[in-house]
């Protein structure tokens, strides 16, 4: 089975500032899907970003970008110029490839706060 | 478009009782499922759908079932709630083809069992 483990509950990082979240994973699989969720105070689940195992370049969104090392299963988040709407928890998702249940299996989330 | 939605938004319930979250969406998604999510914890797999008829248990179904009749809707039963059900409920749908790992969210449903 697949664990997904976020070990910062939470985060502070001033308004304009760079913050980075850390994941780490275990699994046996080879090839599998990582996501980052953001999930603000109305609790939408929203998706930030996506990386796809066997790709070897780091997936960037804007302002969003993963520094994804694969023989360490590590999976962070970087934030650059962090704004106020980024205060919200941040999980850490793993899948295997889809096929059967596209299980999608979480960290237990990190609260980060963003301070003007 | 409205994507997914969920009902209701909130619900209390006492301890034995019976009730239906409803979930919808128009995307034609093949793939649909319900997580719950729990203080200090990400979200955990109930059940899942990928077609019509075709259901299936995830990480933690006890105590809940579904039915899959349209490619639309797939609400989720609970028979007889427990205050172990408090939770937070979420439905999700992908497509099972292309892009199937991207899977959209909808707002959830906030439910207290007494």
């Known amino acids: 089975a697949q664990t997904v483990t976020q070990s910062q509950p939470e985060m502070s990082v001033q308004e304009a500032e760079t913050v980075t979240l850390s994941c780490t994973y275990d699994?046996?699989?080879?090839?599998?899907?990582l996501f980052w969720y953001k999930q603000p105070p109305s609790r939408q689940m929203i998706l930030v970003i996506r990386?796809?195992?066997?790709?070897?370049q780091n997936a960037t969104e804007n302002r969003f970008s993963v520094n994804f090392q694969k023989a360490a299963k590590s999976f962070s988040l970087k934030i650059s110029d962090s704004q106020l709407g980024d205060t919200a928890m941040y999980f850490c998702?793993?899948?295997?490839?889809?096929?059967?249940?596209?299980?999608?299996?979480f960290g237990k989330g990190t609260k980060l706060s963003v301070i003007p | 478009n409205a994507g997914v939605t969920q009902t209701p938004k909130f619900q209390v319930l006492k301890t034995g009782q019976s009730m239906t979250l409803q979930c919808a969406q128009d995307?034609?998604?093949?793939?649909m499922s319900w997580y719950r999510q729990d203080p200090g914890m990400g979200l955990r797999l109930i059940h899942y759908?990928?077609?019509?008829?075709?259901?299936d248990q995830g990480e933690v179904p006890n105590g809940y079932n579904v039915s899959r009749s349209t490619t639309e809707d797939f609400p989720l039963r609970l028979l007889s709630a427990a205050p172990s059900q408090t939770s937070v409920y979420f439905c999700?749908?992908?497509?099972?083809?292309?892009?199937?790992?991207?899977?959209?969210f909808g707002p959830g449903t906030r439910l207290l069992v007494l």
């Open positions: 699994t046996s699989e080879s090839n599998y899907y």
């Open positions: 759908s990928v077609g019509a008829g075709i259901t």
């Open positions: 990386q796809e195992a066997y790709k070897q």
């Open positions: 995307m034609n998604h093949e793939y």
């Open positions: 998702a793993f899948m295997k490839p889809p096929a059967g249940s596209y299980q999608l299996t």
């Open positions: 999700a749908s992908s497509y099972t083809r292309g892009r199937a790992e991207t899977q959209y």
